[in-house]
C-alpha cells in the first residue's frame, strides 16, 4: 500500500492525515491461479435472484441461448437463490442444458469450472481474478465483454 500512498501523494501532496487505504475487497489467495480456457463451453452466472437483478439475468440466459444455437453442448449453470427462482425458473424452463445450483459458499470453486461468467459487481472481479471470460450483464440491460480496451 505504500506504492499507492507515494503515487498519490506525489500527484496530488495533500498529506498523510488525509488518506484512508482500503485493501482489496477481494482476498487473492481464495482464488487459484486460473487456466485460461482453450474452449467456451460451460457459461456461469452467480446471483441473487431478486426484482433489481431479474433483467440482468434474463439478458444473460437470453445471450446464452443464442450461444447454445450454434454450441448445443453448451452449458449454463446458475448459482445463487432469492424471492424470484421460481420466476426465473419459469423463464428459462424451454432452453435445454441449463441447471439452477442453488447457493453456494465457494464462489472460486464455481469459477473454476466454467468458461465464462456473467454477471456484475464483485463476481465480475473474481472471475477476472480466475482468468475467466467476464461479461457485465448490467442492471439497465446493457452487456459487455470485458477487454484491456474498456475495464476501466
Known amino acids: 500500500m505504500d506504492k499507492e500512498y507515494n503515487e498519490i501523494e506525489e500527484l496530488f501532496h495533500i498529506g498523510e492525515e488525509h488518506y484512508k487505504i482500503i485493501p482489496n475487497s477481494l482476498n487473492m489467495e481464495d482464488f487459484k491461479e486460473g487456466k485460461v480456457p482453450e474452449k467456451i463451453n460451460k457459461f456461469g452466472l452467480v446471483s441473487r435472484i431478486s ?18 444455437e450454434f454450441n448445443p453442448d453448451s452449458e449454463l449453470l446458475i448459482a445463487g437463490d432469492g424471492p424470484l427462482k421460481k420466476e426465473l425458473e419459469s423463464y428459462s424452463k ?7 445450483l442453488g447457493p453456494i459458499s465457494d464462489v472460486s470453486s464455481f469459477l473454476g469450472q466454467i468458461d465464462v461468467f456473467m454477471g456484475v459487481d464483485r463476481c465480475i472481479l473474481e472471475a477476472l481474478a480466475c482468468k475467466r ?5 448490467s442492471y439497465n440491460g446493457n452487456m459487455n465483454i470485458l477487454n484491456k480496451n474498456n475495464i476501466e
Open 51 to 68: 426484482e433489481e437483478k431479474m433483467l440482468s439475468l434474463k439478458n444473460s440466459i437470453d445471450l446464452f441461448s443464442k450461444y447454445l
Open 133 to 137: 471470460l467476464a461479461i457485465i450483464s
Open 94 to 100: 424451454n432452453i435445454k442444458n441449463i441447471k439452477f
